[in-house]
């Protein structure tokens, strides 16, 4: 069974930084697309970024373009983003995807996608 673990969130002031890790076991992840999703109150949940197989490939919604880095380390099965210069509007639960699918423009998930529990950013101005 595939588990899908996130860690590093919590509150942190506006312009601060954090870092979200998410570990993959049950099965190798190497060859899969990954990356991070988010959903704030009220909100639907909306695609934050994603990174391909080797880490070669790097995508960002454009809000979060030059303040978030998304990376990965296939040896630990496990994908980053590294946040910085975080806003208010960052606040949300924060959802890592493993096995997304490639549109030919953009990441998505789908049935076969697996999913962490969330983790909690906060940010406070």
Do not use: H
């Amino acid at each position: 069974q595939v588990q899908v673990v996130e860690s590093g969130g919590g509150p942190v002031r506006a312009g601060g930084s954090l870092r979200l890790s998410c570990a993959a076991s049950g099965r190798p992840f190497t060859y899969y697309a990954m990356g991070w999703f988010r959903q704030a109150p009220g909100k639907e949940r909306e695609f934050v970024a994603a990174i391909n197989w080797s880490g070669g490939n790097t995508y960002y919604v454009d809000s979060v373009k030059g303040r978030f880095t998304i990376s990965r380390d296939n040896a630990k099965n496990t994908v980053y983003l590294q946040m910085n210069s975080l806003k208010p509007e960052d606040t949300a639960v924060y959802y890592c995807a493993v096995d997304l699918r490639w549109s030919g423009s953009e990441y998505y998930p789908d049935t076969k996608t697996s999913w962490g529990q969330g983790t909690q950013v906060t940010v406070s101005s």
